[in-house]
Every structure is written in structure tokens, then in C-alpha cells.
Nanobody
Framework: QVQLVESGGGLVQAGGSLRLSCAAS????????MGWYRQAPGKQRELVAR???????NYADSVKGRATISRDKAKNTVYLQMNSLKPEDTAVYFC??????????WGQGTQVTVSS
């Protein structure tokens, strides 16, 4: 079984920064993609950023230039650094682990609130 433990959410003022962390444990294959998605009230869950074990990254257009995703493969941990936060970044952020598009796992979610 796979567990994803997220940390780093909270309340931040517009223009501020935060870093989210997600540690994965369990039956994690050596090749996978880890990422962050978010879901705001009344909206669908959307990709924020993801990174593969080959260090290929993808970002949502809405966060390009403001977000950096990275991973520590030895610790099976992924980080999301977000700067210049905007009120529209307010959402529950979910960590995701995808294994070859066949198996996918989600964290419990962490709230990020950006005040104007």
C-alpha cells in the first residue's frame, strides 16, 4: 500500500510564498510521477505541477513562473515552492503519485488560503 503525507499548507498573504511537501511510502515503483493538484470550492480538481523520476516537469499555465516543483528521490518526497501567491491560488492542494498511468494515489489534501 502507498501512503502520501502532505505538509506545508496554511494561510498566507497575497504576494507571499509557501512550500508544500509530500512524502511517499510503501510500494513505490522506481519509475513514477509525483505531483500536486488543487481543488477550489465549486471547481474541478486541476493539475498544478508534476515531476517524473526522469525530472521531466509540467506546470499549469496559471502557475508558470511562480511555482517550482522538485523531488528528493532518496526520500521519495516532492516539494512545491510557490511564490507571488494570489487569492485565486486558494484551494485544497492534493499530492498525487502516478505509476505508469495504471495506479494512482492521492494524499488527504492540505488547505492553502491566500488572503488579499
Amino acid at each position: 500500500q502507498v501512503q502520501l503525507v502532505e505538509s506545508g499548507g496554511g494561510l498566507v498573504q497575497a504576494g507571499g510564498s509557501l512550500r508544500l511537501s509530500c512524502a511517499a511510502s510503501g510500494s513505490i515503483f522506481s519509475r513514477n510521477t509525483m505531483g500536486w493538484y488543487r481543488q477550489a470550492p465549486g471547481k474541478q480538481r486541476e493539475l498544478v505541477a508534476r515531476i517524473s523520476t526522469a525530472d521531466i516537469t509540467n506546470y499549469a499555465d496559471s502557475v508558470k513562473g511562480r511555482a517550482t516543483i522538485s523531488r528528493d528521490k532518496a526520500k521519495n518526497t516532492v516539494y512545491l515552492q510557490m511564490n507571488s501567491l494570489k487569492p485565486e491560488d486558494t484551494a485544497v492542494y492534493f499530492c498525487n503519485l502516478d505509476i505508469a498511468g495504471v495506479m494512482t494515489y492521492w494524499g488527504q489534501g492540505t488547505q492553502v488560503t491566500v488572503s488579499s
